[in-house]
């Protein structure tokens, strides 16, 4: 009599299952499915599909939408904080808001994720204490270091929305070149050339350049 074959051990209980839920995981999943569909692609129940989940899952880490938007932000941070001292604060605010938006125009929509949040993450709170307390070393008063620093921000946000609500149409940019009556709009034709230009590097260091001077008149009295 031939004796029966031995049954394979079976593997462990985590054959063919998803890997296991946290938040690290989400938040990587949720960036990628940014990057792939845009921000009003983005909602809970998609993120849960391709993370193989129940969409009640995620509330688990994130009770709201809003909440996974401010985690987001803050990984979207990760590195923008760490900019080597400087003698001269210009400079390092500088580089922080150079980072902050080469951050942003990192990810699709990275902008519009960021706009409004409030974290108090580990990114966020490295990138304002660096750029605070290079401004308080400078002689701000601490309550205007933190003001300076928002005003930074703020604009830097600010520019990256348009400038990512702009990519890759230069539509806008050829109808106001052709709007642009001499007769009717004089100064705007003698401005034509910045006007029309889609150069968003040349315009943010423009502005970056003009506010940090604004508040070194203000250092000064």
């Not at 051990?9 to 999943?29: A, C, F, H, N, Q």
């Not at 989940?53 to 996974?68: C, H, I, P, S």
């Not at 760490?82 to 605010?93: E, G, K, L, N, R």
Request: glycine fraction near 10%; hydrophobic fraction near 45%; proline fraction near 5%.
């Amino acid at each position: 009599m031939g004796s029966e074959a031995t049954p394979e051990p079976k593997s462990g209980p985590t054959r063919g299952r998803p890997p296991r839920l946290d938040r690290d995981r989400t938040i990587d999943e949720a960036l990628r499915l940014l990057n792939e569909g845009g921000l009003d692609a983005l909602t809970m129940r998609r993120l849960a599909d391709a993370l193989n989940a129940q969409a009640g899952a995620l509330y688990r880490y994130f009770a709201t939408k809003q909440d996974l938007l401010t985690a987001m932000a803050d990984r979207m941070l990760t590195g923008c904080g760490d900019v080597a001292d400087s003698p001269d604060w210009a400079q390092t605010v500088a580089a922080l808001a150079h980072r902050l938006r080469a951050s942003l125009l990192a990810h699709r929509d990275g902008a519009r994720v960021y706009a409004g949040t409030r974290s108090i993450g580990p990114n966020t709170l490295g990138f304002a204490e660096t750029a605070v307390a290079a401004l308080i070393k400078a002689g701000f008063a601490p309550d205007d270091a933190a003001r300076a620093m928002f005003s930074i921000v703020h604009f830097t946000v600010g520019h990256t929305l348009e400038e990512q609500a702009a990519a890759g149409d230069l539509a806008d940019f050829a109808q106001l070149r052709r709007a642009l009556d001499p007769g009717t709009y004089p100064a705007l034709t003698a401005a034509g050339a910045a006007l029309t230009d889609p150069g968003f590097d040349t315009h943010f260091a423009f502005g970056l350049t003009a506010l940090i001077g604004g508040l070194r008149v203000g250092l000064r009295k």
